[in-house]
């Protein structure tokens, strides 16, 4: 009854990534009516700074009113449906990218395609640069959602880079070569390739060296890069952000084949607005893209309300600066809550969530004992985190485990459940110290003193 697009499953809804969703639906934590139920850590949502959004809402009623100099624009907005954007609301986006990026780069507003947040971004941009059966290289661990977001409808193919623990899951140039080759094994055709800087599940920014090493494989072999910079107003740490806009300035082999996704759903913790936006140079990518986003617009009064709030510089000055101090402080949170349990996790230095590592707590260090030790998290002890296998993770026991949305209660609580699991020994492992030597350099903490003398 249905086509083949409706019925095929690479959409990945099977993952246990939305499989958690789906079980936390079903029985969510509420500290009064469901003290009990689960608490959702797999949500990567910033719930930190609404405060700040909604004191502001409340000292600039006009933009909501949608009024401007005490006239309404309503007539205005509700017939406008140029595909273009509306031009203040593109200047105030690129402005905002710049401050984001510490304004060490500059973007040009016509050179921005408005889309309905990251998702349809990343797609049009597949569909902008990949046929079906056409390959974009990533690497591992990756964002669940890129299944359904780059594959189902495109018919576009995924090769993994695999990426390990042995370097803190860090590019290099081997692992880049044996996935493009692995691709050529397959009779793919590779397009490009895409990265999430910084990255969703890690919590980590890139590297000068790998942005390096990426800008020259992309330009030796002739292909595309995608930087998805959806968590770029995330980083709360030393080391910076480094924008890929940054390292290709000068590079003109590759200025028309790199191409940056934005959102204000991480940043401005507005995923409910469906705002995002490809940035390119490339005017082939930017004509296709603009005539695509007819089919995923950002709405007239949407785009309306965040001109004038991202006008705003003072405002949005210090909420970059206050929301970063309150995810640097939530992280801290999580990173003590789990030592606590005797569980270390990835240095980190941006996003909303850790990638922590429980390969001491599986039964076996296997795939099949890290959906064993996940459903144990699920049901026994009620949190909602999301396995490693979810993000195409070569190694069984990481998790990517969220903090920024939910209270800081719910937290703590989080952490007394995980700890009372791992301390009653429930997961029937006992703990093994071969695994951490090896990788106690990349979970380690650096103390206050040594995080300034690496500055
Ligand atoms: C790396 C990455 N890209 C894209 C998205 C989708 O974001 P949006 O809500 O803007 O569509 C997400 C959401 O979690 C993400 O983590």
């Known amino acids: 009854m249905l086509s083949k697009k409706a019925t095929c499953n690479s959409h990945g809804q099977d993952s246990s990534y939305f499989l958690g969703w789906q079980e936390y639906e079903k029985n969510p934590y509420d500290p009064i009516t469901n003290p009990s139920g689960i608490i959702q850590m797999g949500l990567a949502e910033n719930q930190l700074s609404f405060d700040l959004l909604e004191s502001w809402l409340a000292s600039h009623p006009d933009a909501i009113a949608l009024k401007q100099d005490g006239a309404f624009l309503f007539r205005e907005l509700a017939l406008f449906q140029d595909y273009h954007g509306l031009p203040a609301f593109k200047n105030a986006l690129t402005e905002f990218m710049s401050e984001i990026r510490g304004n ?85 055709r590779v397009k490009g390739v895409l990265i999430t800087n910084p990255s969703n599940p890690l919590g980590t920014t890139m590297t000068r060296d790998e942005l390096d090493i990426l800008i020259n494989f992309i330009a030796s072999q002739n292909i595309h890069l995608i930087s998805d910079e959806i968590y770029s107003g995330t980083v709360f740490d030393f080391p910076g952000f480094i924008s890929v806009k940054e390292v290709i300035k000068g590079r003109d082999d590759v200025s028309d084949k790199v191409h940056i996704v934005c959102s204000l759903s991480k940043d401005l913790g507005l995923p409910g607005f469906r705002v995002g936006a490809i940035y390119s140079n490339n005017n082939g990518v930017i004509a296709a893209a603009t005539k695509m986003s007819s089919f995923g617009l950002i709405s007239s009064q949407t785009q309306y309300l965040l001109s004038v709030m991202l006008s705003d510089k003072e405002f949005t000055r210090k909420y970059i600066a206050e929301n970063k101090r309150r995810l640097a402080k939530r ?84 952490m007394q459940r995980l700890k009372s699991f791992v301390d009653s020994g429930r997961h029937r492992t006992a703990r093994s110290s071969n695994s951490m030597p090896f990788f106690a350099k990349w979970v380690r903490r650096l103390s206050p003193s040594e995080r300034k003398s690496e500055r």
Not at 167 to 175: E, R, S
Not at 334 to 353: P, V, W
């Open 104 to 188: 060490k780069v500059g973007f040009d507003p016509d050179k921005l395609v408005l889309t309905a947040g990251a998702t349809s971004a990343n797609e049009t941009l597949m569909f902008c640069l990949a046929d079906p059966g056409d390959a974009f290289l990533l690497p591992t661990p990756y964002y669940p959602g890129f299944d359904r977001d780059l594959k189902w409808r495109t018919g576009a193919e995924i090769v993994p880079i695999h990426c390990s623990s042995a370097n803190g899951f860090k590019i290099t140039k081997p692992a880049l070569e044996d996935a493009y080759q692995r691709a050529a094994k397959r009779k793919l």
């Open 331 to 414: 992280q801290q949170m999580l990173i003590n809550g789990l030592e606590d349990a005797g569980i270390g996790c990835l240095n980190s230095n941006a996003g909303l969530f850790c990638w922590v590592d429980m390969r001491h707590l599986l039964k076996s260090k296997t795939f099949e004992g890290e959906m064993e030790l996940w459903k144990k998290i699920l049901y026994e002890v009620g949190l909602n985190i999301s396995p490693g296998a979810s993000c195409h993770c070569q190694e069984p026991g990481w998790f990517r485990v969220c903090f920024s949305n939910m209270s800081e209660d719910t937290l703590n609580l989080a």
